[in-house]
């Protein structure tokens, strides 16, 4: 049997870690889990809450980060996670349960944005999928966009993003910059 080897790589955010299993993931969308209540859609997310020190868990395309909780150690955590994802993948066990819809993640509604800016909107959605969605999966989360209103641009981020330090500055010096420079209609970046 080959062995089985999970890269970790660290995140922007030292709570989180993110984890490579070399395989697919979620075949499309993503899904985050912010509480044990959540992760009962998913045996793998319930197994890693059930660590005790786990506080979120987000499933990107080819990747898992997990977030511990304050106090918590990656030192102690990290064989832990590790084994659960090991045995996870080895077993090509299902990552949602059967006859469960919550493997298919609906963003929340966007704020329904003003017909007369669709050109705007779309040129904002386009560099949200091809220059920042790409980058902030790279630290292990995900960006999406939430509506486009007077000049401000609202996005939600999940994963290693969501309860990150640098998370505000990425919005504003990062995204917001580039934001305004493709598409001068923007003039503000806020989380959503």
Not at 100 to 106: E, K, L, P
Not at 176 to 183: D, G
């Amino acid at each position: 049997m080959a062995t089985m080897l999970i890269e970790t790589e660290s995140t922007p955010n030292p709570a989180t870690l993110k984890f490579l299993p070399g395989q697919a993931v979620m075949e499309a969308g993503t899904r985050d889990f912010a509480n044990p209540e959540e992760a009962e859609a998913s045996p793998l997310a319930s197994a890693l809450f059930s660590l005790g020190d786990v506080e979120g868990v987000f499933y990107g395309r080819d990747f898992i980060s997990v977030t511990i909780g304050e106090g918590a150690d990656w030192r102690q955590a990290k064989p832990n996670v590790l084994g659960i994802l090991h045995d996870h993948f080895a077993a090509h066990a299902p990552l949602f349960n059967p006859g469960s819809a919550d493997g298919i993640h609906v963003d929340e509604e966007d704020f329904g944005d003003d017909p007369a800016d669709a050109e705007i909107v779309d040129q904002i959605k386009d560099l949200i999928e091809t220059r920042i969605r790409p980058a902030v999966a790279n630290d292990g989360g995900d960006i999406v966009y939430r509506g486009f209103r007077a000049g401000t641009v609202y996005l939600a981020m999940h994963g290693a993003c969501a309860g990150c330090p640098s998370s505000t500055a990425t919005l504003k010096q990062g995204i917001e910059q580039l934001l305004k420079h493709y598409v001068p209609e923007v003039t503000e970046v806020r989380a959503a």
